[in-house]
């Protein structure tokens, strides 16, 4: 079964503190895997594609990898400002060459000052 | 780039009415779009695909006599609860993909709609 499961469901860091979200996904013919942050009460905001495992993206505190089973979101150096839900969505093509997205449940990331 | 754009942003309407929810693309052609409701501290469900001048594509479980989507430009869907009731009450939120180049896949967001029954 496709599934997306991320983790950990929550996470509180202090400014400065550095962590990283985990993104792990059972979905066969893997065509892309996204970043979204998302505020309360707004849509999703575009953060990164990985399309191969190995690959890497970067933008600013934020940091992406992708392996064959997961996906890895660094945060360095975080601030309040940083404090959102990070949202995993795995991209398939199915047999009809339709798009499936199949999105985690999101961590929810709180830096304190 | 890549801009999306819903509207309204928060709706409020009696029970049995028809809500219209407008979902635009303002910088570049979508060919498809989706729309997904999501519940408080839960994520996106996807509730059916829209590709521009055919019918959508309705995930299981979703009625599509209920949720009309429309998808007559490649600028603009719209999403369409008839005879709304009360477990209608959701946020419903757009996105949209194609035509930007290098950047298969990517769905871009709209910033969603707050609709309450009452």
């Known amino acids: 079964e496709d599934q997306v499961t991320q983790s950990p469901e929550a996470l509180r860091l202090q400014e400065g503190e550095s962590s990283s979200l985990n993104c792990s996904y059972t979905v066969s013919g893997l065509r892309g895997l996204f970043w979204y942050r998302q505020d309360p009460g707004k849509g999703p905001e575009f953060l990164f594609t990985l399309y191969s495992a190995g690959e890497e993206k970067e933008k600013e505190r934020l940091k992406a990898t992708l392996t064959k089973k997961e996906s890895f979101l660094h945060i360095t150096a975080p601030k309040p400002e940083d404090s959102a839900t990070y949202l995993c969505a795995v991209l398939r093509v199915d047999q009809t060459g339709a798009n499936n997205l199949f999105f985690g449940t999101g961590t929810r990331l709180t830096v304190i000052p | 780039g890549a801009v999306v754009s819903q509207h309204p942003s928060r709706v409020i309407c009696k029970s049995g009415t028809s809500v219209k929810i407008e979902c635009r693309s303002l910088d570049f052609q979508a060919t498809t779009m989706f729309w997904y409701r999501q519940f408080p501290k839960k994520s996106l469900m996807l509730m059916a695909t829209s590709n521009e001048g055919s019918k959508a594509t309705y995930e299981q479980g979703v009625e599509k006599d209920k949720f009309l989507i429309n998808h007559a430009s490649l600028t603009l869907s719209t999403l369409t609860v008839t005879s709304a009731h009360p477990e209608d009450s959701s946020f419903y939120i757009c996105?949209?993909?194609?035509?930007?180049?290098?950047?298969?896949?990517?769905?871009?967001f709209g910033p969603g709609t707050r609709l309450t029954v009452l």
């Open positions: 996105s949209a993909s194609g035509g930007l180049a290098g950047v298969f896949g990517t769905q871009y």
